[in-house]
């Protein structure tokens, strides 16, 4: 308790840490809807994952950057930019990026968990791939920050 406080220069006041571990599982939410009336969800507020390769942040950026594609086309063809139809475009725009992005969040995590040997064999053995061959490692790097499919679907 008295590390806490004195590394938090007492700013919280006084600071007392109850004995124990806690432990806080890593779960994935979702809600039912991105958008609803004039209300948009972005960032933790679309989508909780685990700490697993900075996915959340990648996830609330591409939020934000399809939000303001949603909104700039909305206000270009002089729509109500909190009008339904508008805010249900942005839920249509997030809403395959974040449930594929959610899966392999979970596989990834549910892979770090597991005791099957076979399980952690693979996982190691794809770590390895990816650690170790850089075109690999670059492909990996460039799907987590912008998944080609989304490249894709806006060209076409």
Do not use: C
């Not at 039912?32 to 972005?42: D, E, G, P, S, T």
């Not at 959340?56 to 270009?76: P, T």
């Amino acid at each position: 308790s008295a590390a806490a406080e004195r590394q938090s220069h007492s700013i919280f006041g006084r600071v007392h840490v109850e004995p124990g571990r806690h432990l806080f599982p890593l779960a994935i939410e979702r809600p039912q809807r991105y958008a609803q009336n004039r209300v948009a969800l972005i960032g933790e507020a679309a989508h909780v994952v685990p700490p697993i390769g900075a996915q959340g942040l990648n996830l609330g950026l591409r939020d934000g950057i399809d939000l303001a594609s949603v909104v700039s086309k909305a206000k270009a063809a002089g729509e109500d930019l909190g009008a339904p139809q508008v805010i249900a475009r942005y839920g249509a725009a997030r809403r395959s990026d974040i449930l594929s992005r959610t899966f392999v969040i979970d596989v990834a995590n549910r892979s770090l968990l597991s005791d099957l040997v076979p399980m952690q064999s693979l996982r190691a053995v794809g770590m390895h791939l990816i650690g170790g061959f850089g075109p690999l490692r670059r492909l990996a790097m460039r799907e987590g920050l912008a998944p080609s499919w989304r490249n894709a679907r806006k060209a076409g």
